[in-house]
């Protein structure tokens, strides 16, 4: 039937029936950015959300369900953010050369940002930002004795994020679509993306890797380290998890490295990351870095379970 002949009460109950499958879009110009801004869902009809604050450049700082906390936001590291290493063509000293999504080292728990806020759009349950970085040393400090190697306090280097709350039917899935863009005139050979980050509570304090294969937990010692398996950081308890999976893990390469897991008790901090690494003698091209990953909450049983369905989901579309 052509849609204009149909009755209009009858357009009024599809409407209601099929309701639109896009949502409102607000964009926000980065110069009136003043407010934090959430975007929220349901997961097991409990109210999930996620905001995003100028004081970081748009950058994740909470995450909470069910009156949990899952992220420590404290300086502008600590957070649910992604940064990136390089080693600008010299031996490779971590954060010496450190684009990092929410700010600098500098920056500490203040309320402003060396990072730029460049774009950000959101929806009930969705959002977008991209940033212009800033590096995490400044060019007169050093971190473990080795001086930092970038001119400038802000980088080049481009982040394009992209959440969305909810995955297929997996409403405890929290999707984290990330590009790198970095810039040209720059030389390195070995670039490592920290595609995504979560600095954790100190009451998740046991570790765990889902070794999906096996369809098992395995526990983790406190490291630091990287291994294989899918990372999960949960309470004593188990009654409230936060682990992370990506279909494109592990790095070529990396195949026994990928997801790390931390524990700093001086700090009162936990963390989790799911890392990709790039290697190239003759020199690694300004390009486009795009990076998934899944982030899930829940329990740890239903963590376990998400992770691994995921896992089966992406090996069945793979093939």
Known sequence: MDPRRMPKSLLALLAVLFPPVLQAQTTILPQEFNTPVTIRSLVKGE??????????????????????????????????????????????????????????????????????????TYSDSQLQTTNQMAFWLTPKQSSSGHPAKNKTNLSNHLLTKRVTLGFQHWEN?????????????????????????????????????????RKRLVPLTDGPGEQAFPVILAKNDRSMAMGV????????????????????????????????????????????????????????KNVQETIQELADYFTTQKR
């Open 47 to 120: 109210p999930l959300t996620l905001t995003v604050t100028p004081r970081l450049a748009g950058a994740i700082h909470s995450v909470r369900w069910k009156n949990q906390e899952f992220i420590n936001s404290f300086d502008h590291g600590r957070q649910l953010q992604s940064a990136s290493n390089f080693d600008f063509g010299t031996v490779f000293h971590g954060e010496t050369f450190n684009p990092t999504e929410a700010g600098s080292r500098s920056d500490g728990a203040g309320s402003t940002s060396t990072s730029r806020l460049l774009h950000l």
């Open 173 to 213: 899935v929290i999707r984290h679509q990330v590009t790198f863009s970095t810039p040209i005139g720059e030389f390195h050979r070995y670039a490592q993306f920290e595609a995504l980050t979560g600095y954790m509570p100190a009451e998740f304090n046991t570790f765990w890797g889902l070794d999906v294969s």
């Open 245 to 300: 999976y990506s279909p494109q893990q592990p790095s070529k390469g990396y195949e026994n490295a990928g997801y790390g897991r931390f524990r700093f008790p001086a700090a009162k901090v936990t963390k989790w990351n799911s890392v990709f690494r790039i290697r190239n003698a003759a020199g690694i091209p300004a390009a486009d870095f795009s990076f998934d990953n899944y982030v899930v909450i829940g329990n740890l």
